[in-house]
């Protein structure tokens, strides 16, 4: 079972960064295709960024130019750094594969706020 810790979230004004870390515990993360999601209170987790092995990225529509997934196969550690913060953007933030198991585990994911 792999293990996953998210970090990196805060409270940040609108147009702000954050750069969010994952590190994953476990030899599958090097071939999975790894995605970010983010939960925003009252809704249902959504995937908001995905990334290959090689490296190969794809984005949700509301977060495309903004935000940056990317990894380290060698640190088992996925990012996503988020530029242009809006409003929309607060939920809590859970790294996984992507599409996730039904029958994953989630880590506890991380805090995104943002506003004035």
């Known amino acids: 079972q792999v293990q996953l810790v998210e970090s990196g979230g805060g409270l940040v004004q609108p147009g702000g960064s954050l750069r969010l870390s994952c590190v994953a515990s476990g030899s599958i993360f090097r071939l999975a295709v790894m995605g970010w999601y983010r939960q925003a209170l009252g809704k249902e987790r959504e995937l908001v960024a995905q990334?290959?092995?090689?490296?190969?990225?794809n984005y949700a529509e509301s977060v495309k130019g903004r935000f940056t997934i990317s990894r380290d196969n060698v640190k088992n550690t996925l990012y996503l750094q988020m530029n242009s913060l809006k409003p929309e953007d607060t939920g809590v933030y859970y790294c996984?594969?992507?599409?996730?198991?039904?029958?994953?585990?989630w880590g506890q994911g991380t805090q995104v706020t943002v506003s004035s």
């Open positions: 996984n594969r992507s599409p996730a198991p039904v029958s994953t585990s």
């Open positions: 990334v290959t092995s090689g490296g190969y990225s």
